[in-house]
């Protein structure tokens, strides 16, 4: 399984697992090109609870028999990362005419899958400091 694939089977374990703590998903895989640059942003899943609108940035590793993984999946959300996440963010609700003073987040979702294909889910919220 490659990486996109392993990308990919993680956003559909956080999907189901969102689902069943009551969240709404309103949106997965937003992109959003910044105008003037090659760079782009995209949020994995947007979801809303109650009146807070969540935005989920799911990280996935595969643990492989034998070999211990050095970096931890939520820890590859760097600061660069973050910035890009809140400016994505606020993309997304001015585009759908949620004022940006709404109750608002950024979630982190941390999945590990061992070789018996069992997952492992962490749920990291108010990841990113707004």
């Given amino acids: 399984m490659n990486t996109r ?14 689902k069943n703590k009551g969240y709404k998903i309103l949106d ?39 070999y211990k993984s050095i970096i931890l999946p939520e820890e590859k959300v760097n600061f660069a990362k973050q910035r890009k996440l809140i400016k994505v963010s606020e993309v997304w609700l001015v585009k759908n005419k949620i004022p940006l003073d709404i109750k608002w987040q950024i979630d982190v979702i941390a999945i590990k899958i061992n070789p018996d294909n069992q997952s492992e889910i962490s749920h990291f919220e108010n990841a990113v400091s707004l």
């Fill in 28 to 66: 997965r895989n937003y992109c959003f090109r910044f105008s003037s640059s090659p760079q782009k942003g995209e949020i994995d899943i947007i979801a809303k609870k109650g009146d807070s609108f969540c935005f989920f940035e799911v990280k996935t590793i595969r643990i492989r028999p034998g």
């Fill in 5 to 18: 694939q392993t990308g990919n089977l993680g956003e559909k374990i956080a999907e189901s697992y969102l």
